[in-house]
Every structure is written in C-alpha cells, then in structure tokens.
C-alpha cells in the first residue's frame, strides 16, 4: 500500500513541478468539492480548561472543542 501512495506522491510531485502555487490552487480547486490553502489560516486563539482526563477549549471565538489527554498508565 506505501509503495502505490509513494508512487502516488512521485507522480503528483512530477506534475505539479512546472506550476506555481496559484495554479496548482485554482487546478485543485476546479477538481475538489473543497479546497483550503492551509499556509493561509487565521490563527485562533484557544482557552483550555483543564478537566481531568480531558482539556477542552472553552469561550473562545470558534465552537467548543476537546480532547482526551494521553499517558502511560499509573496501575
């Protein structure tokens, strides 16, 4: 399977080499039901509250959002 997505990737990389950013935007976007330039994100600020077992993103501008902390366990 890595092998077929290295392949993948050798192939995209050899068609995209020639075209500039913008042109690879607007191909991407005319193929994709979707499409978001990451390198041009707002940031957001987060205000995480400490729950225990999980730390969630309370208050801030964006919808409510958490996650569950990860460790060795103490047994």
């Keep these: 399977m890595s092998q077929d ?5 050798e192939s995209l990389r050899a068609e995209q080499e020639a ?3 913008e042109e ?6 005319n193929e994709s039901e979707y499409s ?3 390198d041009a994100l707002k940031s957001v600020k987060h205000i ?4 225990g077992l999980v730390m969630s993103c309370e208050g801030a501008n964006h ?8 460790g060795k366990s103490r047994v």
């Design 5 to 9: 997505y290295d392949q993948y990737k």
């Design 19 to 21: 075209m500039t950013r």
């Design 24 to 29: 690879i935007a607007e191909k991407m976007a």
């Design 36 to 38: 978001i330039d990451l």
């Design 48 to 51: 995480w509250v400490d729950r």
């Design 63 to 70: 919808p409510s959002h958490r996650h569950f902390k990860v």
